[in-house]
């Protein structure tokens, strides 16, 4: 066979009988035929938007791969859709195949070596050669099938090293596994421990670019948990001037783990803020926080003032990308497809279709209209509340997903 055919049910049976009923279909080519019989190996994650992503490899040549997503929200015209290859999905969340288990202190210890010689090096090449060896063997314990295994030594790494480099590549690895495990308790122990790293009064007195470095990286690996017992912590931050520099990472794991009003009320400010980065990220995090498809989405009343802020900055915007996640947040907050939550009221619906048409749609500038077109049709017929097409509906999902695959 050269291709493998996956509907997708929703309902409370275990098996694919009425009531249950199904709301996609994916339609996976492979590029070589696979013998009759092949065993398939399948990982599958649901986020706190009941977004599915689906992982999957040939058991016995995990060089074989494909991944799909389907918005368990929406129900699809069922059809056959074929999957572009994994690499070209930049959406999805990249599961690496599973390799045989690594022994834990050999690799640990040859990360330390390769850690040790770049820091004691002055010479640029080998200093390259030295992180592209760390990034291999990250790489290997990510695709390792005991890689959680893995999580208490690098705790003790970044725990006993203190700021290096040694304990960011930790961090960093951490916020790897954190992100496409399916533990929960593991997911917790990774967000409680890069909690205590972040600690704010280690930033006074830690070596000077232990808050660009350490301290981000573990912010970082607490948004990659998506844990929302972060939040009182993450919010913190947003009061002590000491992170102002690392508030683009800041904001990017708040809109990642939080889901309250006072959340929603602490990053109004920023709003308005001076730097293009931080309207940047402010945008992104309030779509994330304000979503109507999330599991438990905010009343409506909680974002009135939010949607009057983001309208008002909207219509003055100049900075492209400030402006496409100005679009992206007023159509995930204005979203009025689920009448059966409380959505905005529909005068205020065509007043924010209308700013978007006359800032994007009907401006004279060509950029605008190229970079932006996409986006604000997506956002003016989720405030419409007109189903998406599937295109849209996987635009939607990769401005959603897009810091999940940050590098590093």
């Known amino acids: 066979a050269t291709f493998l055919d996956?509907?997708?049910?929703?309902?409370?049976?275990?098996?694919?009988?009425?009531?249950?009923?199904?709301?996609?279909?994916?339609?996976?080519?492979?590029?070589?035929?696979?013998?009759?019989?092949?065993?398939i190996s399948l990982q599958v994650e649901v986020d706190s938007m009941q977004i599915m992503t689906l992982h999957g490899w040939c058991t016995d040549n995990p060089q074989i791969k494909f991944s799909v997503i389907v918005d368990s929200n929406s129900s699809e015209k069922v059809q056959s859709d074929t999957v572009e290859p994994i690499t070209r999905r930049i959406h999805a969340r990249i599961v690496e195949p599973?390799?045989?288990?690594?022994?834990?202190?050999?690799?640990?210890?040859a990360i330390e070596q390769q850690c040790d010689i770049w820091e004691r090096s002055h010479d640029s090449q080998q200093k390259a050669y030295c992180m592209q060896?760390?990034?291999?063997?990250?790489?290997?314990?990510?695709?390792?099938?005991?890689?959680?295994?893995?999580?208490?030594?690098?705790?003790?790494?970044?725990?006993?090293?203190?700021?290096?480099?040694f304990t960011n590549r930790a961090l960093i690895l951490l916020g790897r596994i954190a992100l496409v495990s399916a533990n929960i308790d593991l997911k917790t122990k990774i967000c409680a421990f890069a909690?205590?790293?972040?600690?704010?009064?280690?930033?006074?007195?830690?070596?000077?670019?232990?808050?660009?470095?350490t301290f981000r990286y573990a912010v970082e690996t607490i948004g990659k948990t998506g844990r929302g017992k972060a939040e009182t912590h993450l919010?913190?931050?947003?009061?002590?001037?000491?992170?102002?520099?690392?508030?683009?990472?800041?904001?990017?794991?708040?809109?990642?783990?939080?889901?309250t009003a006072a959340a929603i009320r602490k990053l109004k400010r920023f709003i308005q803020?001076?730097?293009?980065?931080?309207?940047?990220?402010?945008?992104?995090?309030?779509?994330?926080?304000?979503?109507?498809?999330?599991?438990?989405?905010?009343?409506?009343?909680?974002?009135?003032?939010?949607?009057?802020?983001?309208?008002?900055r909207f219509s003055i915007e100049q900075h492209m990308d400030a402006k496409r996640n100005a679009i992206y947040a007023l159509g995930e907050?204005?979203?009025?497809?689920?009448?059966?939550?409380?959505?905005?009221?529909?005068?205020?619906?065509?007043?924010i279709i209308e700013v978007i048409q006359a800032r994007v749609l009907r401006a004279p500038s060509s950029d605008v209209k190229d970079k932006l077109t996409k986006v604000a049709q997506i956002a003016i017929a989720m405030i419409s509340g007109i189903s998406l097409s599937k295109e849209e509906e996987e635009h939607l999902l990769s401005i959603r997903t897009e810091l999940d695959l940050e590098k590093e």
């Open 273 to 312: 803020a001076s730097l293009p980065g931080h309207r940047i990220a402010v945008n992104w995090a309030l779509g994330k926080l304000g979503s109507r498809e999330r599991e438990c989405p905010l009343d409506i009343t909680c974002l009135k003032e939010i949607i009057n802020e983001l309208y008002r």
């Open 333 to 351: 907050i204005c979203d009025r497809r689920n009448q059966s939550i409380s959505v905005v009221p529909e005068d205020q619906a065509r007043r």
């Open 98 to 109: 599973i390799q045989p288990p690594l022994d834990i202190e050999e690799t640990v210890e």
């Open 133 to 165: 060896r760390i990034r291999d063997l990250e790489k290997s314990i990510f695709c390792a099938a005991n890689r959680e295994a893995f999580v208490d030594r690098l705790m003790e790494i970044a725990t006993d090293n203190g700021p290096c480099l």
């Open 235 to 259: 919010l913190s931050m947003l009061d002590d001037p000491q992170t102002m520099p690392i508030l683009n990472s800041v904001l990017h794991a708040i809109g990642k783990c939080c889901g």
């Open 6 to 39: 996956l509907p997708f049910y929703m309902g409370r049976r275990h098996d694919i009988l009425p009531p249950n009923r199904r709301i996609a279909n994916r339609h996976v080519q492979f590029f070589q035929p696979l013998q009759e019989g092949t065993s």
């Open 195 to 213: 909690m205590k790293i972040s600690d704010l009064k280690k930033i006074a007195d830690s070596p000077g670019d232990f808050l660009q470095q």
